[in-house]
């Protein structure tokens, strides 16, 4: 089992962040990435349509023989972790890119949050549950920034474009005097810097890569999976359809070259 890949998947290509992160940290691991590119963006799908395409996914990675289900999709994560633990918790480890940040915001101090996210996730109200539940005086509002993952997959980020854009959505009157702000979506970390530097330190930024790297690589030792083999580990990226144009966006998210291979489900 040690020797297995980490299973990740997302809605498309995006979850390359947390895979990129994962492979940094950990370069001893071979991974296995799948990008369900013929069913996104899961942020404006229904949570059944979402946990269906979940199940199928997890099914793919379990049958590749992965000794773990990242699930790097935030919209995926609100959508699908409880089921997904219940259903394969007892055969692998299953980790969400949501929990992990919750657990550390929840260490703060923080009265007042904001959680920039799709659709599906700010309509599952996950941040504000989770975080209440381990932190009841914390206020937190949420904002679905439908936008963000269009203009950041057509290269629009540190120009004139994104910066009026995120001016837009940062002003939402709702994010007035909080204190931190949650990036909830794959894309968001290539735009943390802008959004850093708009808010001149009066606001903690977070996106959910550290966090979640963090509690993998805790899960990896905990449960002795960590790879101890010789063999040379193996990268391989599938995708459920296959253009040209998603090939040019992975080096955004990876920043080294992928090559995607086609998987049907
Ligand atoms: N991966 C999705 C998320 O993190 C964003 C892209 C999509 O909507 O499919 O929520």
New binding site residues.
Partial sequence: MNEAPIGIF???I??LTVASSISKAFPKESILYFGDTAH?????KSIESIQKFAIDISDFLLEKGCKMIVIA???ASAAAYELLSEKYGDRVPVVDVISPLVELISSKSYKKVGVL??K??VRSDVYSKKLMALNPDIEVFSLAAGLL?TMIEEGFFNNDISHAVLHKYLTYPDFEDIEALLLA???YPLIKPEIEAFYKGRVAVYDSVDSVTAKIGKILTENKLLNDGKEEPFKRFFVSDYTDSFEQTTKIFYQDKVQLEIAVL
């Fill in positions: 997302d809605s498309g995006g979850g996104l963006p899961y942020g404006e999709c935030n919209s996210a799709t599906a996730t993952v979506c794959t894309h």
